[in-house]
């Protein structure tokens, strides 16, 4: 069982950037490909960014591209999200999420993730 806990969360303005981490504990860590999603209020959950199990393979969703990149330290059981050029659209709770597939990355769904954390809320100002 594998426990993920978000953090790094906050309120910043249209421009700024964060940096989000998720730490993990239980299970292996550098077993599974990990993801971050995000859901804003009356919307859906849906994917930001992948890693593969190695590092070696991202994946983004159109809208984050070029502006947030995703890393993994498996040493510190960690996956960051580093989220540049902020937009009022990106305001949302931003999870971490890990599966038990590994190998390159591509489109992803909350579907193909076994494990979630809690959550951390981003808010983007205008």
């Known amino acids: 069982q594998v426990q993920l806990v978000e953090s790094g969360g906050g309120a910043v303005q249209a421009g700024g950037s964060l940096r989000l981490s998720c730490a993990a504990s239980?299970?292996?860590?550098?077993?599974?490909?990990m993801g971050w999603f995000r859901q804003a209020p009356g919307q859906e959950r849906e994917f930001v960014a992948a890693?593969?199990?190695?590092?070696?393979?991202?994946y983004y969703a159109h809208s984050v591209k070029g502006r947030f990149t995703i890393s993994r330290d498996n040493a510190r059981n960690t996956v960051y999200l580093q989220m540049n050029s902020l937009k009022p659209e990106d305001t949302a709770v931003y999870y971490c999420?890990?599966?038990?597939?590994?190998?390159?990355?591509?489109?992803?769904?909350?579907?193909?993730?076994?494990?979630w954390g809690k959550g951390t809320l981003v808010t983007v100002s205008s």
């Open positions: 999420a890990a599966s038990l597939v590994y190998g390159a990355v591509g489109p992803t769904t909350p579907n193909d993730m076994r494990y």
């Open positions: 890693v593969s199990w190695s590092g070696g393979s991202t």
């Open positions: 239980g299970g292996t860590f550098s077993s599974g490909n």
